[in-house]
């Protein structure tokens, strides 16, 4: 199994920037399909990036397309997501979470989840 760490949240202005980390643990997160979500308070969590095991990959949310940029470095066993020009609608706790690379029946299915890291953007 992998445990995994997500740092780098804290308050910012609207238009601002933060970069969120994830560090895995247990074993190494190139065996791993990676994912941000997020979750705003009275809201379902909510698919924000993903990335493929090689960085080859990657796909958004139409929300954060343009805005939102995940990577991953397996060496240093570390997933991040740099967020730029952030909106006040940004506001959620982030979530990094790891799906084995075999699909399920409904696709990857995400089994291990950080502990989350508040992002709050003012405006």
């Known amino acids: 199994q992998v445990q995994l760490v997500e740092s780098g949240g804290g308050l910012v202005q609207a238009g601002g920037s933060l970069r969120l980390s994830c560090v895995g643990s247990?074993?190494?997160?190139?065996?791993?399909?990676m994912g941000w979500f997020r979750q705003a308070p009275g809201k379902e969590r909510e698919f924000v990036a993903a990335i493929s095991w090689s960085g080859a990959t990657t796909s958004y949310a139409d929300s954060v397309k343009g805005r939102f940029t995940i990577s991953r470095d397996n060496a240093k066993n570390t997933v991040y997501l740099q967020m730029n020009s952030l909106k006040p609608e940004d506001t959620a706790v982030y979530y990094c979470a790891a799906a084995e690379l075999r699909l399920g029946a409904r696709g990857y299915e995400y089994n291990y989840w950080g502990q989350g890291t508040q992002v709050t953007v003012s405006s």
């Open positions: 247990g074993r190494t997160l190139s065996s791993y399909h």
